[in-house]
């Protein structure tokens, strides 16, 4: 842990690019610039398989380490891959991102009720998870995939499964999908659902990023129910985060979750790499939302990023982590 506190103090503070491209009915680059570098895409990426495909390594919590397919990651890689087509026009990129989007495609679980999603089957102990489970950012990423494959291969089924993804959106968690407190009016899309709300909150907004992404490229004459459901559950996002958000704020740095299990720690801070990434998502959110509030929070956050306030934080984590027995 003293290695990361000091890596976290002295390193540059280096972040991924942003888009130019936030609103374009194109749907051409992602919001961040992701590239293939695995070093600086995701520390957790480690090999291929024969189709191309990326493949984690488990979290430090996990008793059994092992390589898996783990769809966030997945569609990161292929968002990367995607912006090299878009840079170089090469066709070995654009079928290695077809390959990409066929993975999400061949990997789908369909259902009646739920429409289309995805699962890991990797535990997440600290949140006591042991069985496949949902995401809504995993369903923002495989969106963002799908869609991107609709444009630019003019093939319906992409758009069909993309929009199939909606639907655990609309489904409380106690109700098989992906939302936390749906029921309630305040709808929180969490990125590892639970037993109870975990309310990661970059996962809310990165699972707001990929609504989006069907909200500008999807428009009403194309699909006018699905670019309308789809809009509606932004909206009911951007509203709940509005919410939500101060409850993050701790004073002089900001929550990773609100997660309110019996066995997690009361307070448990963001990572200052979380820390930065929250203030950059905020930032564009307030592009695509038009909600200015976001843009006070972001610059907020970014003056917490200071040497003392580092120093305070990692006590508190400590503490968090020592409870979740991961040091």
Request: charged share 25%; net charge neutral; aromatic share 16%.
């Amino acid at each position: 842990m003293f290695k990361k506190l000091g890596s976290d103090i002295f390193r540059k503070r280096e972040f991924y690019g942003v888009s130019t491209e936030l609103t374009s009915a194109t749907l051409g680059f992602y919001y961040f610039s992701f590239e293939e570098d695995f070093s600086k895409l995701n520390k957790l990426l480690k090999e291929f398989d024969e189709d191309g495909i990326p493949l984690n390594t488990t979290y430090i919590d996990v008793e059994a380490p092992r390589l898996h397919y783990y769809p966030i990651s997945i569609g990161q890689y292929g968002l990367a891959v995607f912006h090299s087509y878009l840079k170089t026009r090469l066709s070995d990129k654009r079928e290695h991102f077809l390959r990409i989007a066929d993975w999400f495609v061949k990997n789908v679980v369909l259902d009646e009720k739920l429409g289309a999603f995805w699962l890991t089957d990797v535990p997440k102990p600290e949140y006591r998870v042991e069985k496949p489970w949902k995401s809504a950012f995993t369903q923002s990423r495989a969106i963002s995939i799908l869609l991107r494959a609709w444009r630019i291969t003019g093939d319906p089924h992409y758009l069909e499964l993309a929009t199939k993804a909606l639907r655990p959106f609309t489904y409380d968690i106690s109700e098989g999908g992906v939302s936390a407190n749906l029921l309630s009016g305040q709808p929180f899309f969490e990125e590892y659902v639970a037993s109870e709300p975990t309310m990661v909150l970059d996962g809310h907004i990165f699972a707001l990023f990929g609504l989006f992404d069907f909200v500008r490229s999807v428009t009403p004459d194309v699909d006018p129910s699905g670019h309308e459901l789809a809009k509606q559950i932004f909206q009911s996002g951007v509203d709940s985060l509005l919410r939500w958000l101060p409850e993050y704020d701790m004073g002089f740095w900001v929550r990773f979750n609100l997660c309110r299990m019996e066995h997690y720690p009361a307070v448990d801070p963001c990572t200052i790499g979380y820390l930065r990434l929250v203030a950059e998502q905020l930032k564009i959110l307030t592009q695509l939302s038009g909600q200015a509030k976001f843009q006070q929070y972001a610059e907020k956050f970014t003056k917490y990023d200071r040497l003392m306030n580092i120093l305070r934080m990692y006590g508190v984590k400590y503490k968090a982590l020592i409870q979740l027995n991961i040091l």
